[in-house]
């Protein structure tokens, strides 16, 4: 079983901050996702990554296949990213970072 | 909207019933994933279809199952259900069937057993 750890589980940031949420993984894996779910429960992934890093508007993912880390970063954060962000692998997520920007 | 439809939205039963969840995938979207997210044990694998054939399978429980129709469409099966099996079910569809290709979510079906 691939225990997959993320930190923070909680976050609350300011509108404009640079947030990062950490994800690690115990099993050497090929890929993983960052989802995204929002208040309405509906959930959206953002990256399927396999190596390096991604970038799509002010979302950023990056991953270390050796150290078994991933890192996802938002820049200027809005208060329209509040939601949970999670990481997986093919079968197992993590258990979500919360997080709340305040306008 | 990721073109991806679970029916019902929302499903109250009684133990000891019989449901059926079902899913659409995106047009020409050949494989179809299943999660359970309950309160306690978050998000679940259960179950992934390709084009008709079992490709993966998850914490998926013997009172479980699943199929995937010639028109690709997928329907989770759960009987015999039990208070524990309230969750919201989430399916999925991604165009092929190994774990590199992106997921599209539907909506899910809260199901909740009383």
């Known amino acids: 079983k691939n225990e997959v750890e993320q930190s923070p589980q909680n976050l609350t940031a300011q509108e404009g901050e640079f947030i990062t949420i950490n994800c690690s993984y115990s099993?050497?894996?090929?890929?993983l996702h960052w989802l995204q779910q929002h208040p309405g429960g509906g959930i959206v992934s953002l990256f399927m990554l396999s190596s390096g890093k991604k970038k799509h508007g002010r979302l950023i993912a990056t991953i270390n296949i050796q150290e078994k880390h991933s890192s996802l970063h938002i820049t200027a954060s809005h208060p329209r990213d509040s939601a949970v962000y999670i990481c997986?692998?093919?079968?197992?997520f993590g258990t979500g970072t919360s997080l709340t920007v305040i306008p | 909207d990721s073109g991806v439809t679970q029916t019902p939205k929302h499903l109250i039963t009684a133990t000891g019933q019989r449901v059926t969840l079902r899913c659409s995938p995106r047009?020409?979207?050949?494989?179809v994933y299943w999660y359970q997210q309950s309160l306690d044990q978050g998000l679940q694998f259960l179950i992934q279809y390709y084009n008709g054939e079992e490709r993966a399978k998850g914490n998926i429980l013997e009172r479980f199952s699943a199929q995937q129709f010639p028109d690709l469409h997928s329907e989770l099966n759960l009987s015999s259900l039990e208070l524990g099996d309230s969750a919201l079910y989430f399916c999925?569809?991604?165009?092929?069937?190994?774990?590199?290709?992106?997921?599209?979510f539907g909506p899910g079906t809260r199901l909740t057993v009383l």
């Open positions: 997986a692998d093919q079968f197992y």
């Open positions: 999925a569809s991604s165009a092929e069937g190994d774990f590199y290709n992106e997921q599209f």
């Open positions: 047009s020409g979207d050949l494989s």
């Open positions: 099993v050497g894996i090929s890929a």
